[in-house]
T-cell receptor, first 114, second 113 residues
């Protein structure tokens, strides 16, 4: 199993540009989440999904959109990039129920917005 | 505001010693607590979790203790090894929040040979 994969690993955007961060998992996990990690901070939840076709907002959803059309994929869209979105983005997945707390994280995407 | 916090941002120990990483929480509705390890340049990795109706849980070389009276939990690592050097995060799930996790800021553990 490849686990959780994220692309790209690094990205530089100009203010106002849009892009999609890709996330895929091959473990047939129900739950998928997107977090951002800023220096000296823990991870903050952006959006999450409890199954295909179901998404909900986390702690910091503004400026981001998600969709989940398949179990495997959970892309994160930045609508109009801002310097405040410079961060490392992690995608995570897990089984449902009480196993939802054992999340498997991808390697991250380091995004810089200039 | 931040409801899951760490007592110390850094911890340095000698190889072979036991390590104790602390975490405080403020929300009485917290139902599950989870510890994650993040090595440099990598995504976090699940270590162990504990439910609020438990006081202690043990894993391989790790023990998590939960003190609900003072809203405090700790992660103990036995016989710390250089491979244990990482940032350790505690995270909480609040009852009724649909498995969403709130992470603390993390403690950097450095193991000296």
């Amino acid at each position: 199993n490849a686990g959780v994969t994220q692309t790209p690993k690094f990205q530089v955007l100009k203010t106002g540009q849009s892009m999609t961060l890709q996330c895929a998992q091959d473990m047939n996990h129900e739950y998928m989440s997107w977090y951002r990690q800023d220096p000296g901070m823990g991870l903050r939840l952006i959006h999450y999904s409890v199954g295909a076709g179901i998404t909900d907002q986390g702690e910091v959803p503004n400026g981001y959109n998600v969709s989940r059309s398949t179990t495997e994929d959970f892309p994160l869209r930045l609508l109009s990039a801002a310097p405040s979105q410079t961060s490392v983005y992690f995608c995570a997945s897990s089984y449902g129920g009480l196993a939802a707390y054992e999340q498997y994280f991808g390697p991250g995407t380091r995004l810089t917005v200039t | 505001g931040e409801s899951v916090g760490l007592h110390l941002p850094t911890l340095s120990v000698q190889e072979g010693d036991n390590s104790i990483i602390n975490c405080a929480y403020s929300n009485s509705a917290s139902d599950y607590f989870i510890w994650y390890k993040q090595e440099s340049g990598k995504g976090p990795q699940f270590i162990i979790d504990i439910r609020s109706n438990m006081d202690k849980r043990q894993g391989q070389r790790v023990t998590v203790l939960l003190n609900k009276t003072v809203k405090h939990l700790s992660l103990q690592i036995a016989a710390t090894q250089p491979g244990d050097s990482a940032v350790y995060f505690c995270a909480e799930n609040r009852r009724g929040s649909n498995y969403k996790l709130t992470f603390g800021k993390g403690t950097l553990l450095t193991v000296n040979p």
